[in-house]
Nanobody, 122 residues
Framework: QVQLVESGGGLVQAGDSLRVSCAAS????????MGWFRQAPGKEREFVAF????????YYADSVRGRFAISRDNAKNTVYLQMTSLKPEDTAVYYC???????????????WGQGTQVTVSS
């Protein structure tokens, strides 16, 4: 089992930056591929970013590429999502996810956090 706990969400203005974190426990973190997803009200949960076990490979959704950066610290069992140039359409609950596979869909991940709210005002 893996437990994931997100933190760092909040209310910001358009153009601001924000970093959300996800702390993992219960299994060797360095063996897990990690992803961030988000879900806006009335919409499906969508892929945001992926990072490999070592951090050497990352991948982003087109909507956030160039503005968001995913990173991880295996010594701290934590994955981060640095968000810059935030837009109102980035408003959503942000979830981190963990699993043994590389992927951009929900089924590629076995473990999920409870989510953290990010609200971007215009």
């Amino acid at each position: 089992q893996v437990q994931l706990v997100e933190s760092g969400g909040g209310l910001v203005q358009a153009g601001d930056s924000l970093r959300v974190s996800c702390a993992a426990s219960g299994r060797t973190f360095s063996s897990l591929r990690m992803g961030w997803f988000r879900q806006a009200p009335g919409k499906e949960r969508e892929f945001v970013a992926f990072i490999s076990t070592t951090g050497g490979f990352t991948y982003y959704a087109d909507s956030v590429r160039g503005r968001f950066a995913i990173s991880r610290d295996n010594a701290k069992n934590t994955v981060y999502l640095q968000m810059t140039s935030l837009k109102p359409e980035d408003t959503a609950v942000y979830y981190c996810a963990a699993g043994p596979r590389t992927g951009v869909v929900r089924d590629d991940y076995d473990y999920w956090g409870q989510g953290t709210q990010v609200t971007v005002s215009s």
